[in-house]
């Protein structure tokens, strides 16, 4: 499998099917495994592609960039693979990826899924509420990697659970301060408002990193947005029900982005 040197680094990626681009950008609790339910289902539609953020798997970042040149990478990786317009499913950190993507290349996205995610642009406001409302999440102190299931999930499914974690496993140490870094340049409130992208808001109901109502915030303020809330269900819906993520998502990119016949 590839590694591609751009950008300063040797980024990894992986590509399956064919049909157009659809990228799937992992959370900080993940990599490029964390899509091993999504990629059977959208490989005989898409040509799906997912990667190590750097810093995360098997990809480098010698100079401890981390967040502040992720989306500069996915625009040097599209280019490296001479994809010219692509839809993005991002997981909470993978979103600000493929918003902040999005929003200096909106002729280039189809469709953007954000998962358990608003995006961390710059909105004071949207940050401080963040923040006073994860002071209040009773898992406040746990590990990422157990905050990011739903407490439900977490009891019911004890082998997932083992496998969530271990895929985080596999990440090398990193610096909180690398993975939260912004680019300079990085989208702000007003930017985000004029998105003209068709965007979905999937979010678990009992989402204590990104809770709902941050969610349902964010999905206002863009007009052409979609909002999808899942019962019982916390941070990653992507892996605790795969099936009604998966169904979800194929039927807004039907919508959305239709495959060509």
Not at 146 to 151: D, K, V
């Amino acid at each position: 499998m590839p590694l591609a040197a751009l950008n300063g680094i040797e980024l990894y990626y992986e590509s399956h099917g064919d049909g157009p681009a659809l990228v799937f950008l992992h959370g900080a609790a993940g990599n490029h495994l964390s899509w091993w339910q999504q990629v059977p289902a959208f490989r005989d539609r898409f040509r799906c592609i997912t990667i190590d953020h750097r810093g995360f798997g098997r990809s480098t970042d010698p100079d401890d960039a981390g967040g502040s040149a992720f989306v500069e990478d996915l625009e040097h990786l599209l280019d490296e693979l001479q994809i010219d317009r692509v839809s993005l499913v991002a997981q909470s950190m993978g979103g600000r990826t493929a918003l902040g993507f999005a929003v200096r290349h909106p002729q280039r996205v189809a469709a953007l899924v954000m998962a358990d995610t608003w995006g961390f642009f710059e909105w004071p406001e949207l940050q401080g509420e963040v923040l006073r409302l994860r002071e209040q999440a009773a898992d406040r102190n746990a590990p990422l990697a157990e905050r990011a299931l739903g407490a439900a999930f977490q009891a019911r499914e004890t082998a997932r659970t083992f496998l969530y974690r271990q895929i985080a496993a596999l990440n090398p140490p990193r610096g909180a301060a690398a993975v939260a870094a912004t680019p300079t340049d990085a989208p702000n409130h007003e930017a985000v408002s004029r998105l003209t992208v068709p965007t979905l808001f999937i979010v678990g109901a009992e989402d204590q990193l990104t809770p709902p109502a941050i969610i349902k915030r964010v999905h206002e303020l863009i007009p052409v947005s979609e909002y999808r809330e899942f019962q019982g269900l916390g941070h990653s819906v992507y892996f605790e029900d795969a099936s009604a993520f998966n169904e979800t998502v194929g039927a807004f990119l039907t919508t959305r982005a239709p495959v060509p016949a």
